[in-house]
């Protein structure tokens, strides 16, 4: 099935909204939020969000719906706007093992390309996520730090690497 990588829009804000709450369910020790807590669990904040490009965007993976996405946005400080991040990438277990992670954080890279005066691109992944840091290696990601249990859920704490690319 042929797949389709692109920003998504405002029609796209439902499909974001359920794929993300998803995200949070399927690998809670992948991200930072809860469902409980997490600032897209309300659609008029996805909404918001999807107004901020091209500062903020998030690029979503198309089976043809919605199956995987990732964000993006530069840094809101003055000082520090040479730096772009990435978030929030996940793929629906359905859609895994097809190259849609790869396309995702090659259209992540792309964009951050396109803000002018950006030279690093950074990011987090937990140390639960094997093949997401796998994945960002070959994209040219290196890590340059590890926070110590930085992400609790139950009784279980785990690390996080802290990746980056220079893009200039």
């Not at 804000?13 to 369910?25: C, G, K, N, V, Y």
């Not at 008029?44 to 965007?57: K, S």
């Not at 792309?110 to 005066?117: S, W």
């Amino acid at each position: 099935m042929t797949s389709q990588v692109r920003h998504l829009e405002a029609a796209d804000a439902a499909a974001f909204h359920a794929l993300r709450r998803e995200a949070l369910l399927d690998t809670p020790l992948a991200f930072g939020s809860s469902p409980e807590d997490d600032r897209f669990a309300d659609l008029d904040a996805v909404h918001e969000q999807l107004r901020r490009g091209p500062e903020a965007v998030i690029i979503g993976a198309f089976l043809p719906s919605l199956v995987g996405c990732v964000g993006v946005y530069r840094d809101p400080h003055v000082k520090f706007a040479h730096r772009a991040h990435v978030w929030g990438m996940y793929v629906a277990p359905a859609a895994r093992r097809q190259g849609l992670g790869t396309q995702l954080i090659e259209a992540a890279v792309a964009h951050a390309r396109t803000l002018p005066d950006v030279i690093w691109v950074q990011l987090g992944v937990s140390a639960a996520a094997p093949v997401a840091r796998r994945l960002y290696e070959r994209a040219g990601f290196r890590e340059w730090g590890i926070e110590p249990e930085a992400t609790r859920y139950g009784d279980r704490l785990v690390d996080e690497h802290h990746l980056a690319l220079r893009l200039r």
